[in-house]
């Protein structure tokens, strides 16, 4: 089992900056596989930033060049640092795991942190 804590969120103006953790817990071998989601009112969930299956790290055109997703394998974390942050960035911001690229059943979910961007 697979237990992942997010932390980070908060309120911030637009054009700020705020970075979101994701510590991951249990049977972890590799962060290849983590990813950062967000969902905003009225929208499915999207994904933000992701580190692939061969731990390149690929991101959502509306957030390339203002979000880096970095990693420490020593304290399975990934690290989501958001800038130039606009209004549209709100949404609550999940992170996500998959252990196995061949495998969507077996995945983790965090509980989620808000981000709020204010105009």
């Known amino acids: 089992q697979v237990q992942l804590v997010e932390s980070g969120g908060g309120l911030v103006q637009a054009g700020g900056s705020l970075r979101l953790s994701c510590v991951g817990s249990g049977r972890i071998l590799s962060l290849n596989g983590m990813a950062w989601y967000r969902q905003a009112p009225g929208k499915q969930r999207e994904l933000v930033a992701r580190?692939?299956?061969?731990?390149?790290?690929d991101y959502a055109d509306s957030v390339k060049g203002r979000f880096t997703l970095s990693r420490d394998n020593a304290k399975n974390t990934v690290t989501l640092q958001m800038t130039s942050l606009q209004p549209e960035d709100t949404a609550v911001y999940y992170c996500?795991?998959?252990?196995?690229?061949?495998?969507?059943?077996?995945?983790?979910w965090g509980q989620g942190t808000q981000v709020t961007v204010s105009s």
């Open positions: 580190i692939t299956s061969v731990g390149t790290t």
């Open positions: 996500y795991f998959q252990p196995a690229p061949w495998d969507r059943t077996t995945a983790y």
